[in-house]
């Protein structure tokens, strides 16, 4: 540029107008430098020209080269890289996606605008279609936790053909995930589920979860205030957690027979036994078992509420509807749909799975080599300055450990600022959609250049700037619409089903698992019997789920007891008397 401006110079010494008029036009560039080839540093190369990249020039200059096109290619497409008519397929590392080498995603932008669920359900469809079968197979479990968003992720939906097309050139089907299932707690009334996927068209795979006594104590701290529980109740729930609960407990103090806490009840009926032993025969003494009295009586009343707070979810209905542990089928997706229940309920169902998911990838008993977790609104559980909980603890093990397990977390969130740096900071992969001016102004997006920042605040549907770690410089790419049918979409095609009484609430329960049960009979089968008997005996039809469904249902209620009236002596007639006063 220099001969140039003295160009310049000497044509403005001639002072004629024409030459001034006439001279070339220049134009200039900054350009990021995203790889040198051969990678020494080299001199300026003289004028040349200048071309658009094609699909080949974009992957030697984002280093794609290194994943995709080798003998064992590891390339997950993301989008499309836009520029000056050209359309280039971008992929991400699947090394670096889910693991070893890095993993987790983090997606940040406003509510409604960054489209950051279609985007991780866009993602997670690739991931389905495209995961290298050498490193395994791959599942995936997503938390509903508002609205009807991941509720409908089976069903398809019309796309574009601008999305169509998308779609093709990334070498992706549009399609609906194929092997959905949808798990939801009840209702406090035990047999209408917690979720709006109610519609009797899709109950086919929509599961309850229930859990009982054995599965909720584990993780009872989630629950309990770290405050109030000291450690001495935190020794006593131990000891029912190690001794009592799901074993054979023998003391004869409270009894002469072992004694079997399966349940809620069960526990309500131990401690029962220790009160009466306490106050009948051992009146001078205010310990049992090292364990003092009103600790006792505190951890029963923390306990007892659980059941109360978590109802639909937490029952006595005997063994547990849970997850396939230890069956999940490759390129299954499992959702978890929690957007009706308690934020405290949430914690408890979140803590649980993703400690389970752990033990079980520990031992490589799960069914699959990798499972994707996604997790909307992190900023929720994993505040920059919120208290140090269970499920906060657990987020910072998985996203720092959870790599060499197969354990991947996909997150989201409107605010990146606020979520805990250790949680973030983990994520192999970044996507930030439409962003805050009051976001992009804070030091974490200090590094971006103004033009970057004034870009992000600007950007449209379908478009995500991309940090990975072969990318030298961020890129905006553009993805399609999944082709599921969105939340609100979802409703409108399939209305949910109200509330039902609730022998008609048991009929579409069993309705579920077959087609030719009528309300008429169910009602006539269960009148007169008791609603826990009869939400025991639809609990183990639905996990069982026999050839015969009434006739199991029917077999599980067993033979009708009919109330017996003792004769009575009858009340003597009154005699009549004209007397108004006798």
């Not at 025969?281 to 007892?304: C, D, F, M, P, Y």
């Not at 979810?313 to 997850?323: F, I, K, N, P, Q």
């Not at 229940?341 to 993703?354: E, M, S, Y």
């Not at 469904?549 to 009154?574: C, D, H, I, N, W």
Request: aromatic content about 8%; glycine content about 8%.
């Amino acid at each position: 540029f220099k001969q140039k401006t003295a160009y310049e110079i000497r044509l403005s010494l001639v002072g004629s107008e024409m030459c001034i008029r006439d001279r070339a036009e220049i134009r200039l560039y900054t350009a990021a430098v995203l790889r040198q080839v051969p990678e020494e540093p080299l001199q300026p190369v003289p004028l040349g020209e200048v071309h658009l990249a094609g699909d080949t020039d974009v992957v030697e200059a984002l280093r794609m080269d290194a994943y995709i096109g080798t003998a064992t290619p590891t390339g997950i497409p993301i989008g499309v890289y836009a520029a000056g008519g050209l359309e280039a397929p971008i992929y991400l590392d699947a090394d670096f996606l889910l693991g070893p080498e890095a993993a987790h995603l983090n997606i940040t932008g406003v509510s409604g605008l960054a489209t950051k669920t279609s985007a991780v359900e866009f993602l997670l469809s690739s991931i389905f279609q495209t995961f290298p079968a050498h490193k395994g197979s791959v599942a995936a479990i997503c938390f509903n936790v508002k609205g009807p968003d991941l509720c409908f992720l089976d069903q398809p939906v019309t796309l574009s053909d601008a999305d169509v097309a998308i779609y093709t050139r990334l070498g992706l089907k549009a399609e609906p995930f194929a092997d959905v299932t949808v798990y939801a707690p009840y209702k406090p009334d035990g047999v209408n589920l917690n979720t709006l996927r109610t519609n009797e068209a899709l109950a086919g795979n929509t599961i309850p979860l229930v859990w009982g006594l054995r599965e909720v104590l584990e993780y009872a701290d989630v629950l309990l205030n770290r405050d109030d529980v000291d450690a001495k109740a935190g020794a006593f729930i131990d000891f029912l957690k190690e001794r009592v609960v799901g074993r054979s407990f023998t003391d004869v103090t409270l009894s002469d027979q072992p004694l079997e806490v399966k349940s809620f009840a069960d526990l309500e009926d131990f401690f029962r036994r220790i009160f009466e032993f306490m106050e009948v025969q051992a009146k001078t003494s205010e310990v049992w078992r090292n364990h003092h009295l009103a600790t006792i009586r505190k951890v029963r009343n923390r306990l007892g509420n659980i059941s109360v707070r978590a109802k639909g979810l937490v029952t006595d209905l005997g063994h547990a509807s849970d997850l396939p542990w230890g069956k999940f089928a490759d390129r299954s997706v499992h959702v978890v749909d929690v957007a009706g229940v308690d934020p405290l309920v949430q914690d408890l169902v979140f803590a649980r799975i993703v400690s389970q998911l752990r033990e079980h990838l520990e031992r490589r008993d799960l069914g699959v080599d990798h499972v994707v977790v996604f997790v909307d609104e992190l900023n929720k559980y994993a505040p920059s300055d919120g208290p140090d909980t269970y499920v906060r603890r657990m987020l910072i093990d998985l996203s720092e450990r959870g790599r060499y397990l197969g354990l991947v977390l996909f997150s989201a969130q409107q605010f990146r600022s606020q979520v805990l740096r250790r949680v973030v900071g983990n994520a192999g992969t970044a996507l930030y959609g439409r962003m805050d001016m009051d976001e992009l102004s804070t030091p974490g997006y200090g590094i971006l250049s103004p033009a970057t920042r004034a870009k992000l605040a600007a950007l449209p549907k379908g478009e995500l700037m991309v940090r990975h770690p072969h990318f030298t410089q961020p890129l905006f790419v553009r993805f399609p619409r999944p082709a599921v049918l969105p939340g609100r979409l979802g409703v409108e095609r399939f209305p949910p089903a109200g509330d039902l009484p609730f022998a008609h609430a048991v009929a579409r329960q069993l309705r579920a698992l077959d087609r030719t049960v009528t309300a008429v009979q169910v009602e006539a089968l269960i009148d007169g019997r008791s609603e826990d008997d009869v939400r025991r005996a639809l609990h183990a039809t639905r996990r069982t789920r026999p050839d015969s469904v009434f006739g199991f249902f029917t077999a599980q209620l067993g033979s009708r007891v009919e109330r017996e009236v003792p004769p009575g002596r009858g009340v003597p007639k009154l005699k009549k008397t004209d007397d108004p006063y006798r």
